[in-house]
Structure formats: structure tokens, C-alpha cells
């Protein structure tokens, strides 16, 4: 039987067309370039279906409201299809990417990710070659994971960040290796998959409520407990802190911690990430890290920025108790961290 793969184009650079000098997204656009094009009608893709939002967005726009209609959306044709391609702006594709793996739980398909740095207007671009390893993927591997399917790399969808603003090999995955290489053949790493429990069974929809609750501050040196104790305001809820090295944070100024401190005391959840690409967080290495771990910052071993938000968000919309939510920030979810 022909695979059917479902097709959520929310918007981004790939259905762009250039307008008084200017890229931005056209309604239709895309789907009358691939009708024109021979390439999408060749016999070996499957079947797809595009579903086009409306208003398509550039991704700088995307909210936690739409991470929620792209999951819902999924679901909502979930038993229809074999596959899915989410397109996408790649400039916050990550946290996207990252929100899907969160609230669609029970996942059983493969939901891919995928865009361009050029449009596949240009005659130079690499939305075609995105877009074909996209439904080719989807249809015909059984890789049950939301994904980022960028420059021939299939990545785990909740371990990305965009690295390079202006070249094809835009996305990395700092911390974990590739889900699949996309050369001569497809290479897929069956060890590092996360296949399904037995039965499967329906997949679980559990939406991210609207911005607000969730932040993340950079540090930087010199920073002012001022500054933090404005950020950690209510109705913030989470917070995502952005140390240095091994997850480290001053401790010659005692307002600092006293201000961590005292937002913690009152249900603020803090975890630790570190402005690093590589390497993990480790609470216990320096005096200035276990301070943090102390007055009870969590560790974010070496979840990426984008998904330690993503995941805060997603556990403090469905679960209610705090201490629940502290233990599973730590715990590996999707795949999302690796602990010592």
C-alpha cells in the first residue's frame, strides 16, 4: 500500500517568495512550486496531504499556542497517516521541535521537522533536498520520535540548536548523536531510536499553556540581583538560568543567592542549564555551582536551553504538584538529557 505523510505547513523560509526585496510568506505558494516541480511527483515519495496554516508564520512569530495547534493537529489526524513533516521557520525550530516531543506522548510515528535557509523559490536551495529526505523519512522509516531533518542530518528533536544563521548545516545536536545520516544510503542508528512499549498504545495529547509562566535569563558578568529579582516576578513560575561552564553562578554577592533563594521558597522552579554547547551541568564540581544546588536550583545536565524551557512549560501546564515536577525535570522524559 502507497504511505500517506500528513504535512503542517505552519510557514518559514521554504514556501517564501521574495516581495519588494524582502522574503515573506505566500499563501499557496509552496504547493503550486511543488505542483510545477517534477521532483515531488516522482514514484518512489508517498502520498502527502498539506494542510496550510492560516496566517502562515515566520517562526520569530511562534508561540506556545501554536506548539499546541501543531501537536493537536497531529493528533487530530494522527490514525490517518503513516508519517508527518512539520515545516517550519528554522529560526526557533528547536523549541518546537523540542514542545512536540514533550506533549506528544506515546508517540508511535515519526513527526519530522524540516525547512530551509533558502526558499524553494531560488534555483539555488536547499528546500528541495529537506523536503524529499523529509517525506522519504517519514513514510518509510519507522523511527517513532519527534525530529529536526536538516542538511542531510536527522536529529532527535529535543537535543537541537541552531548554530549557524546563514549555512545549510544550520543545526546541531550537541550532546547526542545523530538519529540518522542521510549519504549515499540512510544510516540510522537503531541503537539510539526509542522504539515504542508493546502494545502500542493511543498517543496521549497534553498541551503547553500560553506564555508567561516560563522564562529564561542569560547571565552575564556583573549582573545585578535587581536585574534577577525583576525576572523572577509573578506569574513567573519557571525559570531556565543560563551559567557558565559547569552550570557555575557568582557567589561573592550574597544578594544574589538570597534572591534565588527566596523565589524558590515560593514556587518558582529553577533549573540550570549552561551557556556551553557541549557538556553538562555537574552541581558538585565547584563551590560556586553546589551553591546553586544548595538553595535548591535544579540541575539541567545537559539538556539544551530550548528544551529545558520547552519541558518547564510542559510540566508545569499538566502537573500541579511542584515536587512532581522538580523530580521529572530530571529525569529523562524524551531523551532530552543524559545523567551521569
Keep these: 500500500m502507497t504511505k500517506k505523510v500528513y504535512i503542517a505547513y505552519t510557514g ?3 514556501g517564501m517568495q521574495r516581495v519588494n526585496g524582502r522574503y515573506q510568506p505566500i499563501p499557496n505558494f509552496l504547493q503550486q ?6 521532483a515531488f511527483h516522482h514514484p518512489e ?3 502527502f496531504t498539506i494542510h496550510q496554516y492560516d496566517p502562515l508564520l515566520d517562526s520569530p512569530n511562534m508561540t506556545p499556542g501554536d506548539w499546541s495547534r501543531i501537536a493537536t493537529d497531529i493528533c487530530d489526524h494522527y490514525d490517518a497517516y503513516d508519517g508527518f513533516i512539520v515545516l517550519h521557520g528554522t529560526d526557533t525550530m528547536a523549541y518546537t521541535a523540542s514542545a512536540l516531543a514533550f506533549m506528544l ?4 510515528k515519526p513527526v519530522i521537522c524540516t525547512g530551509s535557509q533558502i526558499p524553494l523559490c ?5 528546500a528541495q533536498d529537506n523536503l524529499i529526505a523529509a517525506l522519504l523519512l517519514a513514510a518509510n522509516y519507522a523511527i517513532p520520535e519527534v ?3 536538516f542538511h542531510s542530518h536527522l536529529f532527535r ?6 548554530v549557524d544563521a546563514d549555512g545549510f548545516d544550520a543545526f546541531e545536536s550537541p550532546n547526542c548523536p545523530l538519529l540518522a545520516t542521510l549519504g549515499i544510503d540512510v544510516e540510522v542508528d537503531w541503537s539510539l531510536v526509542k522504539r515504542p512499549s508493546l502494545p ?3 498517543i496521549n495529547l497534553q498541551t503547553i499553556r500560553e506564555p508567561g509562566e516560563v522564562g529564561a535569563l542569560r547571565l552575564y558578568p556583573g549582573m545585578s540581583a535587581r536585574i534577577l529579582e525583576n525576572v523572577l516576578q509573578p506569574p513567573l513560575r519557571g525559570l531556565v538560568l543560563e551559567t557558565y561552564g559547569a552550570g557555575n553562578a557568582p557567589t561573592n554577592n550574597p544578594d544574589f543567592l538570597r534572591v534565588l533563594a527566596e523565589a524558590i521558597e515560593h514556587g518558582v522552579v529553577i533549573v540550570d542549564c549552561t551557556q556551553c554547547l557541549r557538556g553538562t551541568v555537574d552541581l558538585t564540581k565547584y563551590a560556586t555551582g553546589s551553591a546553586l544546588a544548595d538553595i535548591g536550583v535544579l540541575s539541567g545536565y545537559d539538556m539544551t536551553p530550548e528544551a529545558a524551557l520547552t519541558k518547564l512549560a510542559y510540566l508545569l501546564s499538566v502537573e500541579s504538584n511542584l515536587d512532581v515536577v522538580k523530580v521529572k525535570m530530571q529525569q529523562s522524559l524524551r531523551g532530552e538529557l543524559t545523567r551521569p
Excluded at 512550486?33 to 517534477?38: S, T
Excluded at 528533536?157 to 541552531?162: A, D, L, M, S, T
Design 12 to 14: 518559514g523560509t521554504i
Design 33 to 38: 512550486l511543488m505542483a510545477d516541480n517534477l
Design 45 to 47: 515519495l508517498p502520498q
Design 105 to 108: 506522548d506515546g508517540l508511535g
Design 122 to 126: 531560488e534555483i539555488r536551495n536547499d
Design 147 to 149: 525530529c529536526l531533518l
Design 157 to 162: 528533536g529535543c537535543r537541537v540548536v541552531k
Design 200 to 202: 502500542i498504545s493511543p
